[in-house]
């Protein structure tokens, strides 16, 4: 019984990064609807290995880097490759101009420095009730909400457009910089059940409903941009 009290949440954890092992594979094959089906159970886990942790009083050094480990696959992975996946239509033209590279292996970047975020996250023991830049899931519902959108509602020939891959190479660069900025972003994580020390999170809870009511998929990403807006409004709270 005490093996599978002190195992049951890393088990989790191996569940998430199984599940964003077959979301990179089916991204890479071009489903990307599989995909979007394994972020989301990714994200499942991701929440309920922490919980079950916690209720069972199982936290370890062992589930911490487990957890990295995870996420680097479901949340570093996958966006640096949803993005490669966007830069590929372009080969090595950028502006008029032929690059010596193909500029699609730019969007590894988002992997990179996803796994620098998770490495600085994992020293940082100040990260408790607030995130220091833009936590790996919600960049990777950022990336990859653009690129779901992009595939499915808009037209093909955005993809012909050069200028369309220097937007979207501005966005890899923005999204690198997010991971490992110092913008204090809301966590949902309750220090006190009191409504005024919980405006932030009532604010991006209602405001995200209102969104994906509104703009439905291509709300998605959106949640994300809103999210940053609002963690930004409400610096001054979040420690």
């Known amino acids: 019984m005490n093996f599978i009290k002190n195992n049951l949440a890393n088990a989790i954890t191996l569940g998430n990064l199984f599940s964003g092992s077959v979301g990179a594979i089916h991204l890479i094959l071009g489903d990307y609807q599989t995909t979007a089906v394994c972020i989301i159970l990714s994200l499942i886990l991701d929440f309920f290995d922490g919980f079950v942790a916690r209720a069972l009083k199982s936290n370890s050094n062992l589930g911490v880097q487990l957890d990295s480990l995870a996420d680097m696959v479901s949340f570093g992975l ?12 372009f080969g090595t033209h950028l502006l008029g101009f032929s690059l010596p590279f193909e500029i699609k292996y730019l969007g590894l970047f988002i992997t990179l420095f996803s796994c620098l975020r998770l490495a600085i996250f994992n020293l940082d023991e100040d990260q408790k009730y607030y995130f220091k830049g833009l936590n790996t899931p919600s960049n990777t519902i950022l990336v990859f909400g653009i690129y779901y959108y992009l595939v499915e509602k808009a037209s093909p020939k955005i993809f012909e457009n050069e200028t369309f891959s220097l937007g979207l190479i501005i966005l890899t660069v923005l999204s690198s910089w997010l991971l490992i900025s110092p913008i204090k972003m ?19 809870l209602i405001g995200s409903i209102l969104i994906l009511a509104v703009f439905r998929i291509a709300g998605i990403p959106l949640v994300i941009i809103y999210y940053i807006f609002i963690s930004i409004i409400f610096q001054k709270q979040l420690k």
């Not at 996958?78 to 239509?89: C, D, S, T, V």
């Not at 309750?190 to 919980?198: C, V």
């Open 78 to 89: 996958i966006p640096g490759l949803a993005m490669f996946k966007m830069l590929e239509p």
């Open 186 to 204: 809301i966590a949902m994580k309750f220090k006190s059940m009191k409504l005024q020390d919980n405006y932030p999170k009532v604010a991006l």
